[in-house]
DNA sequence: ACCGCACCCTGAGCGC
DNA sequence: TGCGCTCAGGGTGCGG
């Protein structure tokens, strides 16, 4: 679920109850999908650290610890990082128990799309250095250079990660409303001035949702076409639809975000 | 290089 | 109540 807004959230959230503490246990589940690092190896290697600071890059969240090492996590569709947690709760795969003797730190993930990884002090990650320019700081002439040769639709686009770190789903739907840029498009056909629109759409609606404070208590009515196929649109009152588009739902207003934004009736008006 | 698809895992909601 | 089905906001890896 989490796409960018609500893991920038959850970092400035779980910043506050990690920042400076000493790392004194590491308690997890037995190994799983989620750890790309076993959980013996990381409970030691964490055992006795200080964190640094908590980063992020795209949906990923990085605490930088005091040896130079890094511990990725990723929310995954139904992760969690916090501290209000249940030891030994169901779907518990992380508990970080600190010297201060102060609240624990939880990492939950019920569906376990969600990775937990350390990285040593210089380590690359390939996941990392996948990732484009943040989302939250889209600039149109980067995102345009980035869809030269991308026939498929630009809603699949821009749910690639190399293209935009940090968009998902919902907010790729969004942000195309806003840009009135139908999903359908092929990448490469958007102009720069639709590629400039469409970046600062990208910014916006990933802004607005942090400042809302982004997460599942989010309320529908925030959200401007995703979910909502069949009701009207806000713009025109027309019916939205719903197509999938790269195995996703799509959501957009066929009169609003028309298949030729450059097509005849825009060129009509120059 | 790009694209579509299968797959990873669990729970919620719905019709019967 | 229970069963079986569909759906869900994540990413990777594969073959074409």
């Known amino acids: 679920m989490p796409e960018l807004p609500e893991v920038e959230v959850t970092r400035r959230k779980v910043a506050r109850m990690l920042v400076g503490r000493r790392i004194a246990e590491v308690v997890t589940t037995r190994d799983s999908y989620v750890f790309l690092t076993r959980p013996a190896v990381l409970a030691e290697r964490l055992r006795g650290r200080r964190v640094e600071a908590l980063e992020r890059a795209g949906k990923y969240l990085l605490a930088r610890l005091d040896d130079g090492a890094r511990l990725l996590v990723h929310l995954g569709m139904t992760g969690e990082l916090g501290g209000d947690g249940l030891p ?13 003797g102060g609240p624990p730190v939880f990492f939950r993930d019920v569906r376990k799309f969600g990775k937990v990884q350390l990285l040593a002090a210089g380590e690359r990650s390939a996941r990392l250095d996948r990732l484009g320019p943040d989302a939250l700081h889209a600039r149109g002439a980067e995102l345009c250079a980035r869809l030269v040769g991308r026939r498929a639709p630009i809603k699949a686009v821009l ?12 907010y790729a739907d969004e942000a195309l409303f806003e840009a009135r840029l139908s999903p359908l498009r092929p990448a490469s056909s958007l102009t720069p001035a639709e590629c400039q629109r469409l970046a600062a759409a990208v910014r916006a609606v990933l802004r607005r949702s942090i400042a809302r404070g982004a997460g599942y208590r989010e309320e529908p009515d925030d959200f401007r076409v995703y979910g909502r196929g069949g009701e009207p649109c806000r713009s025109c009152r027309r019916p939205l639809r719903r197509v999938v588009v790269a195995q996703r739902s799509t959501h957009y207003c066929p009169r609003c975000q028309r298949a030729g934004a450059r097509g005849a009736s825009a060129r009509r008006r120059e």
């Open 159 to 170: 749910l690639d990660q190399s293209v935009l770190a940090g968009v998902g789903n919902i």
């Open 88 to 100: 030994g709760e169901a779907h518990t795969h992380v508990e970080l128990r600190f010297a201060d």
